[in-house]
Structure formats: structure tokens, C-alpha cells
């Protein structure tokens, strides 16, 4: 194809007639229009290509012909704008509207498109939020909870055993042979082996009884309650998982949660309007050319 071939073609697409246009800046005028008609629908295709990418789980191959269509509809608003009379100010206020509105949604798709990584972290949050309050998810934390005071409740039995076994070790041996360093509360004060020691005696041997009873119940029971609380650790992080799944993650969730984000953040908002008035700028760019 030469190079008046491709210069006609272009000057199609910015709404002009390569004969009736007979100076040379007119042409090379709406060659830069046409240039920019391709760049806004190429630039609209390929943002709703990512932005849907993000928000749906469909193959590419599937996105790829239908954000096509998206770009194509931008492209031929575009060359209509471009190639409407530019005679009359409401005809050209209405075609500069209707530019700057497809510019707005453009510039959104990409806004969605550029904040895809906190939009995905507002997202993840509010999966996990309301995975938290769902029955299946409530049901396993709960039963998690269960094994887990079971296993914790064996701990506290040979701890507490072990104390009170401590304990009656240090009054048997201040009954025995009474010192300033022994807790006068708990001894008679009467050294040698009375009736006192051998009362403390006993109870130290039952308290030792009852630490070997604990112990003994811990080592038995504490494999199984361990097993089971690793069974559900792993049912409710599936719980979760599949609640998660549920939660919508579509392009009218994300871009509420880009909104969140903009709005809690001075510096994105900014960057959200420098994007969208950059692609209004590029649907009004080519009337811009021809006025």
C-alpha cells in the first residue's frame, strides 16, 4: 500500500476527504487526527482487555474479541465526533460532551486497571471479613476452638498439679526442719518427724499422685487432640478458601473498591483524574485538530 494509499485511509478514519482537502496542513492535520482516532480506540481495547482480565476468570482467548467490540464502538464514536460540522457552537458543545463522557468511561477502565493491586487487597479483606461470618466457616472455627481449650485444659491440669505438688513439697520439708526462709502460714513451726510432718507428708504424696495421674492423661490423650486440631485448622482454611471464592470479584466490585481507595487517598484520587481527563483529552483531541 503507498503512501497516499495509507495517508487517505487515515484521513477516512478522522472524519475527512482526502480530495477536498487540498493544502497540505489540512492533510497532515487530519492524519494526526486519524493517528489519534487509532490510538484512542487501540488504548480503550486494550484497558478493557486488562480490566476484564482482573475481574473475570474467563480465558483471554473469550475477553479478547468482546473488549474488541468495546474498542471498535470507541473508535467509531470517535471518527463520528470527529467528522461532525463544525459550524455552530451547541453542535460542537454536544459532540465535545459526548467525547468527554467516553473519555470518563475509558479513563475509569484504566483507573480500575492502574490501582488493580490495592483494589485486589480492599477485595481480599472483604472476602475475608465475610467469610468470617459465614455457618460453615463459623461451625469449623468453632469446633477449632473446642479442640484447641481441650488441649490447652490438659496443660493447665499439669500445671496446676505440678504447683500443688511444689507446694506441699516445701511444707513437708519446713515441717520437718522449720527455717526462717519457710512460709509461716502453712507449718506449725515443729521440727521433726510429728504428726504434722507426717500429715504433710501424705499430702505431698498425694499431690505427687495426682501430677502422674495429669501427666499420664496428657501423654495419652494430647496425640489425638493434636491430630484433631490439625484436621481443623485444615477444614476451616478450606471453609474459608471456598467462602472466599463466593465473594464478588467482578468489574463493579473492583471498581467500588477502587472508589474506596481514591477516596481515602488524596494522591490516588489525583492520579484517578489525571487518567480519565488524559483519555478526554484524546476523544476530544481530533475535533480539536479539525476546528
Known amino acids: 500500500m503507498s503512501a497516499n494509499r495509507i495517508a487517505e485511509t487515515l484521513s477516512w478514519l478522522g472524519g475527512g476527504e482526502w480530495r477536498e482537502l487540498g493544502e497540505r496542513h489540512e492533510r497532515s492535520t487530519h492524519v494526526i487526527a486519524d493517528v489519534v482516532v487509532l490510538l484512542g480506540a487501540a488504548l480503550a481495547w486494550l484497558v478493557a482487555t486488562l480490566a476484564m482480565t482482573g475481574a473475570t476468570h474467563v480465558s483471554i482467548v473469550v475477553i479478547v474479541p468482546l473488549t474488541l467490540v468495546f474498542g471498535l464502538l470507541v473508535g467509531a464514536v470517535s471518527r463520528g465526533i470527529a467528522s461532525g460540522p463544525t459550524r455552530g457552537w451547541s453542535g460542537i458543545v454536544g459532540r465535545a460532551g459526548v467525547a468527554i463522557a467516553v473519555g470518563v468511561v475509558v479513563g475509569e477502565l484504566a483507573a480500575v486497571v492502574l490501582f488493580s493491586g490495592p483494589i485486589d487487597r480492599i477485595l481480599d479483606e472483604r472476602a475475608a471479613r465475610s467469610a468470617a461470618v459465614t455457618p460453615a466457616v463459623a461451625q469449623a472455627s468453632a469446633e477449632l476452638d473446642r479442640a484447641r481449650q481441650a488441649r490447652t485444659e490438659l496443660d ?136
Open 156 to 291: 493447665t491440669a499439669v500445671n496446676d498439679a505440678n504447683r500443688q505438688r511444689d507446694e506441699a513439697l516445701v511444707v513437708a520439708r519446713c515441717e520437718f526442719n522449720p527455717s526462717p526462709a519457710c512460709p509461716q502460714t502453712h507449718i506449725t513451726g515443729v521440727p521433726g518427724t510429728g504428726p504434722e510432718t507426717r500429715t504433710a507428708t501424705d499430702f505431698l504424696a498425694d499431690t505427687q499422685r495426682q501430677l502422674d495421674n495429669a501427666v499420664a492423661n496428657r501423654d495419652s490423650t494430647a496425640p489425638a487432640l493434636d491430630s484433631e486440631i490439625a484436621g481443623h485448622e485444615q477444614a476451616l482454611e478450606q471453609a474459608r478458601t471456598t467462602a472466599m471464592k463466593d465473594v464478588d470479584h467482578g468489574l463493579g466490585a473492583r471498581w467500588m473498591a477502587m472508589n474506596d481507595h481514591t477516596l481515602a487517598s488524596p494522591g490516588a484520587m489525583l492520579l484517578r483524574l489525571v487518567t480519565i481527563a488524559f483519555f478526554a483529552l484524546l476523544l476530544l483531541l481530533p475535533p480539536i485538530l479539525k476546528l
